[in-house]
């Protein structure tokens, strides 16, 4: 494998209101060891050749179905009498990231590093990945309503049955030591920590020489690059898909210094972080709203009583805590904290005019741990104390 793969920058799905591309290629020379700046799925319509992903070489033939994110260095050699004739979609990584987009529910796809990234489908099978693939290329030369919701759709099909093959096809057999894929994946979680490559080497029992030597067999990155990518993809997320000032986001992707960070994404992108979320962020609110996800909001409808955080739900939903946080302030103009008093203090009303509880019993009841948060929060939302808000609606104050 090369050591320094060609990157290839996004240059068709991004910038675009429409954030996919398709297109059918016939490649019938070798295409050099390269990796991408978005996401690419491959599928083989006819031809004969092999594929180096991340230096696992693979047979490609009809029906060969390979799904490449930023971090795969792949190359393409067709054979010299039966050129290759593929259908490829292209998209931007940073709709995995994003808790609003359709495709943020798969980002365990994108992010399981231990599974091959490519699958090969029989013959029953390559009928119906034709047709999805097919169906693509006619509907991006469309201007059919509800466009980008059927590539949501499709795609997301696509990608299920990839990770469905290739859990039932893989023989159990890394292609690379479980260990290096775990240190990946480590990378991933905790870009936003003050990690290093002698503490990441230490923990998975590594020379940092060594780590580094792997990470970039495996994908055509060092630690340190590896690092920074996933910390200026992750920061693209956020300055497209909210509002959060550039500041904070510096802070949530991992940097110190907010200089470091402008530098670092000017020299990635060739534009300051100010720019780019000018340049893309309202050509992206075409493709989905922004908005609080209802299931949220009803699961503090359903928990309001016990003491949950923010924390607890943004686990729950597989959300960033601050990103959570943002985007309820965004959308609702409130806190979560204040968003939870405002559920508890509705409940409380109710209770008051259908039970005949003490006032502070029902406090407690609705979650607040003390008697004076639950009158001030009340006098706060309705104008009135609880025993008052009872006689105002008919209800006598039960001693």
């Not at 939870?340 to 509880?357: G, M, Q």
């Amino acid at each position: 494998m090369k050591d320094s793969p060609m990157h290839l920058k996004s240059n068709n799905c991004l910038g675009m209101s429409f954030p996919f591309y398709v297109s059918r290629d016939r490649i019938d020379i070798y295409i050099d060891l390269h990796r991408h700046d978005f996401v690419e799925v491959e599928y083989l319509l006819s031809g004969h050749g092999y594929e180096t992903i991340n230096g696992i070489v693979h047979e490609l033939r009809p029906g060969n179905l390979s799904v490449l994110f930023p971090w795969s260095c792949h190359d393409l050699r067709p054979d010299s009498d039966d050129p290759l004739t593929f259908i490829k979609v292209c998209f931007n990584m940073e709709l995995f990231l994003e808790g609003n987009s359709p495709f943020y529910q798969l980002r365990d796809i994108a992010f399981d590093l231990k599974k091959p990234p490519f699958v090969f489908f029989d013959q029953d099978q390559q009928k119906e990945m034709s047709e999805i693939f097919l169906f693509l290329e006619q509907e991006f030369s469309s201007d059919f309503a509800f466009k980008e919701m059927m590539f949501f759709a499709k795609i997301t099909e696509l990608l299920v049955r990839f990770d469905r093959a290739r859990s039932q096809n893989n023989d159990g057999k890394q292609l690379f030591p479980a260990n290096i894929w775990d240190a990946v994946e480590y990378i991933q979680q905790n870009f936003h920590k003050d990690i290093t490559l002698k503490d990441t080497a230490e923990k998975y029992n590594y020379k940092p020489e060594e780590l580094n030597r792997r990470l970039k067999s495996a994908t055509g990155l060092d630690f340190a690059q590896l690092l920074t990518d996933i910390r200026i993809r992750n920061a693209c997320a956020m300055l497209i898909y909210h509002k959060t000032p550039i500041s904070v986001i510096s802070a949530q992707v991992g940097y110190k210094s907010e200089e470091t960070f402008y530098r670092t994404f000017r020299n990635i992108k060739g534009m300051s972080p100010i720019n780019y979320r000018k340049k893309y962020a309202g050509e992206y609110d075409l493709v989905f709203p922004s908005y609080i996800d209802a299931k949220i909001i009803f699961y503090i409808h359903r928990n309001f009583k016990n003491d949950i955080t923010i924390a607890d739900i943004a686990k729950q939903f597989h959300y960033n805590e601050n990103y959570l946080s943002d985007i309820l302030k965004s959308q609702t103009g409130q806190s979560f904290t204040e968003i939870l008093r405002e559920i508890r203090v509705f409940h409380a009303a109710s209770l008051l005019l259908t039970t005949d509880d003490p006032v502070s019993k029902i406090g407690f009841d609705v979650g607040f741990s003390s008697n004076e948060t639950f009158l001030r929060v009340f006098k706060a939302h309705y104008g009135c104390s609880p025993s008052e808000y009872r006689k105002m609606h008919g209800k006598v104050e039960n001693m």
